[in-house]
């Protein structure tokens, strides 16, 4: 039975949807992965090896995604930490996907943010729980247009910078990532059930700090282009 002709409990949650770049189409997200210390300096300065581990993820929800180039300071928290990312946009998926084969399944590229309730993040860590309180909240992922890759390729080098009212907070090249976009798309597809839709922050570089309300955050990824974000 298809969504129209069904007949909801309630009104029926929207659809989180992206805009894509030099179109009219848009992009729709299904799920949110995140992987966590994937570039060595982030690693070193979060207090851990930087050694190549396996990977590991958490999650955000889609309607997390918010595209409006506005971060609202959330709630019960005063520390509110910065991470610039490049987020994978996957057209297709599938499980036990090859590294080789990988790249098949993207669709585009954007700019983002993992914006972090870094407090509530760390009272979470000591006490062995998980992260979502400090991660998942509303407007926790500000992004930008997705880049088709028939426009951009595929993007495993370049720099990735971010500055805080104009003083450079966060530098580093995407080809620093331990665990590249391939091995990323591949890993997650042993554990579940990738499709098209799903969306993938690929980690943050060195220079996390925190956030002030009137900042406003200046991203730029080689390839992407730039995207200006106010906290509001």
């Known amino acids: 039975m298809t969504d129209d002709k069904m007949d909801f409990a309630i009104e029926r949650p929207a659809l989180t949807v992206l805009p894509v770049a030099g179109s009219d189409l848009m992009f729709p997200v299904r799920r949110v992965y995140c992987i966590g210390r994937n570039y060595a300096a982030h690693a070193i300065e979060m207090g851990h090896d930087p050694d190549r581990e396996d990977p590991f993820f958490f999650q955000k929800n889609a309607d997390n995604l918010d595209p409006s180039g506005r971060f609202p300071y959330p709630p019960k928290t005063s520390d509110v930490h910065h991470e610039i990312e490049m987020a994978v946009m996957l057209k297709s998926g599938g499980r036990d996907i090859a590294v080789e084969s990988a790249l098949d399944h993207v669709f585009g590229y954007a700019l983002a943010l993992d914006m972090t309730r870094r407090d509530l993040q760390g009272i979470q860590k000591k006490l062995g729980r ?3 309180i400090g991660k998942a909240f509303e407007s926790s992922a500000p992004v ?3 880049h088709p890759v028939a426009e951009v390729g595929h993007l495993d080098e370049g720099a990735i910078t971010l500055r805080v009212n104009g003083d450079l907070r966060q530098e580093g090249d995407l080809n620093q990532m331990i665990w590249k976009v391939p091995e990323q798309i591949a890993y997650l597809s042993e554990y579940y059930e990738l499709a098209g839709g799903d969306v993938i922050l690929s980690g943050t570089p060195s220079g996390v700090a925190a956030v002030e309300r009137g900042d ?7 390839g992407l282009g730039q995207m200006t974000v106010t906290v509001v």
């Open 130 to 132: 998980p992260w979502e």
């Open 144 to 146: 930008g247009p997705v």
């Open 216 to 222: 406003t955050m200046e991203l730029d990824i080689a």
